[in-house]
């Protein structure tokens, strides 16, 4: 079992800013990728950014490319995510979720999530 507990969210005005966080336990391998997808109602459900630990790869979904950035530390299993730039179309709850893959051009989440944040881009 992997838990995922996240951090951040909320809402802001076009053009803002906003930092989510997330930090993994339990059975976490270290081929599991750490990142973000989101959904909004109606709407399938999008991979928005991801880290691949042991290959050191990122991906963005085009949206998001050159807004938001993902970093994260290995030693404590936390990945962040700056969003930036933040448009209305970014508002969706956005979840933190291992990924089976995650390479520059494409992502899949995992089994695992966490219970999701807000994000709420409006003005």
């Known amino acids: 079992q992997v838990q995922l507990v996240e951090s951040g969210g909320g809402q802001v005005q076009p053009g803002g800013s906003l930092r989510l966080s997330c930090t993994a336990s339990?059975?976490?391998?270290?081929?599991?990728?750490l990142g973000w997808f989101r959904q909004v109602p109606g709407k399938m459900r999008e991979a928005v950014s991801c880290?691949?630990?042991?290959?050191?790869?990122?991906y963005y979904t085009d949206s998001v490319k050159g807004r938001f950035a993902i970093s994260g530390d290995n030693d404590k299993n936390t990945v962040y995510l700056e969003m930036n730039g933040l448009k209305p179309e970014d508002t969706a709850v956005y979840y933190c979720?291992?990924?089976?893959?995650?390479?520059?051009?494409?992502?899949?989440?995992?089994?695992?999530w966490g219970q999701g944040t807000q994000v709420t881009v409006s003005s």
């Open positions: 339990g059975s976490i391998s270290e081929k599991d990728g």
């Open positions: 979720a291992t990924f089976l893959w995650c390479g520059i051009t494409n992502a899949h989440w995992g089994d695992y």
């Open positions: 880290l691949s630990r042991h290959q050191g790869t990122a």
